[in-house]
């Protein structure tokens, strides 16, 4: 017994080796990669989630294949475009698609943000936005707006805001000029209240203002403008593996309904300095007062 006694114990120490291997290699197979994606609301939420969820399983089946491990998305819409900066700022989420000033907004917050890839409109860097007024409107110019009432988006808006008050300025037109003014908050919101004329013009993106013409809603376009497409940015300190990964399948994404519902000819590499124009105009609107 004495003889066969160190041979036992060695042989139940191996016996219980084997199961704790086992047990790591169970745990390392169901491993997968937990992602975060948020959003703000620029429309109604149940449009949002509308829109980016057909987008975020086809990317998330595309990093799974890049990376050989199952990535999975989940979605955090948060209520407005200073809670969604916020939680981006803050490491809450993993990755965004931001209009152009919330990202400057946001690499202003925290500089280690980055850009994954920029979507594009035409093969361009640049999609519309519109100033619209009411369909049985007499108004025919910006300059026409002098006095008049005006309904801009978020405050942090590119379109809704920033770029609106820009051609406003071009016009000679600040917040003492209009005889009334207010930010409210949506692209769907401001051309409804446009289209009821509780305000008689108002500036959304033309994807919203179609959208809306659809539904009815009495609304023209008084003068269409070019913004910088959005970016997809991730958070700062992200896996730098996994940042790669997702440029890549940005990039290389064919097209398809999924992908050209969000964008229609695809991404492309994008950098900070795609963005310096809305940063001009975002200086140029403390003129605006107000």
Not at 157 to 178: M, N, V, W
Request: hydrophobic share 45%; aromatic share 8%.
């Amino acid at each position: 017994m004495n003889i066969l006694a160190p041979i036992l114990k060695s042989i139940g120490r191996k016996a219980l080796i084997v199961p704790a291997v086992l047990g790591l290699m169970s745990s390392a197979a169901i491993a997968e990669i937990q992602l975060v994606f948020g959003a703000y609301a620029a429309d109604k939420p149940t449009a949002v989630v509308k829109q980016f969820q057909p987008f975020l399983s086809l990317l998330a089946t595309e990093l799974t294949k890049e990376m050989g491990e199952t990535v999975k998305i989940k979605m955090k819409i948060a209520r407005s475009y200073d809670d969604g900066i916020d939680d981006l700022v803050q490491g809450r989420v993993d990755f965004s698609r931001f209009g152009p000033a919330s990202y400057i907004t946001a690499k202003e917050g925290n500089g280690g943000i980055g850009i994954i890839a920029m979507e594009t409109t035409d093969g361009n860097k640049v999609f519309s936005g519109v100033i619209a007024v009411r369909s049985d409107s007499t108004i025919s110019s910006i300059a026409d707006l002098n006095g008049r009432s005006f309904a801009f988006g978020d405050h942090l808006s590119t379109i809704g805001r920033f770029l609106a008050q820009d051609l406003l300025l071009d016009a000679q037109i600040t917040a003492a000029e209009l005889s009334n003014f207010e930010y409210l908050g949506r692209h769907d919101a401001v051309g409804a209240a446009v289209g009821v004329g509780t305000y008689d013009a108002g500036a959304l993106k033309m994807s919203t203002f179609e959208k809306l013409v659809k539904k009815e809603v009495p609304i023209k376009i008084l003068q269409e403008f070019d913004n910088v497409t959005k970016p997809w940015i991730h958070r700062a300190g992200m896996d730098a593996t996994v940042v790669a990964a997702m440029q890549k399948v940005f990039l290389q994404m064919p097209a398809s309904d999924v992908r050209d519902a969000i964008t229609d000819t695809g991404f492309v590499v994008g950098t900070d300095e795609d963005y310096q124009p809305i940063r001009r105009a975002m200086t140029r609107s403390e003129q605006f007062g107000g």
